[in-house]
């Protein structure tokens, strides 16, 4: 009943930069936190940064500083805008949101993922 669908992912080279965007549509009472995550072949799923609904914020070490997440909450929309893009960034990238959803009648806590857009920079 909820569906996230990220877009935005493509082939950069590095030092460049790439703005992702999730929405999340369907059957949403409330969104708390929504993040991005990454997951690189042969890797384990990493988070990326996430975000409150009143907006504060965490990241990973490894893109403070490069990486910014915001989001529109009337749009149930997340962006993550990387900039100074590494080798070392690619992977596919999920967006995630949490939250309540109605189901038959029921709020349901949610716990969505996307499908995932693919980012690779090159050398």
């Known amino acids: 009943q909820v569906q996230l669908v990220e877009s935005g992912g493509g082939l950069v080279q590095a030092g460049g930069s790439l703005r992702l965007s999730c929405v999340a549509s369907g059957s949403i009472f409330s969104i708390n936190a929504m993040g991005w995550y990454r997951q690189a072949p042969g890797k384990q799923r990493e988070l990326v940064a996430a975000i409150t609904s009143g907006g504060s914020t965490n990241y990973a070490d490894s893109v403070k500083g490069r990486f910014t997440i915001s989001r529109d909450n009337a749009k149930n929309t997340v962006y993550l805008q990387m900039n100074s893009l590494k080798p070392e960034d690619t992977a596919v990238y999920h967006c995630?949101?949490?939250?309540?959803?109605?189901?038959?009648?029921?709020?349901?806590?949610?716990?969505?993922w996307g499908q995932g857009t693919l980012v690779i920079v090159s050398s």
């Open positions: 995630n949101a949490d939250g309540t959803y109605y189901s038959g009648g029921y709020y349901k806590a949610l716990d969505a």
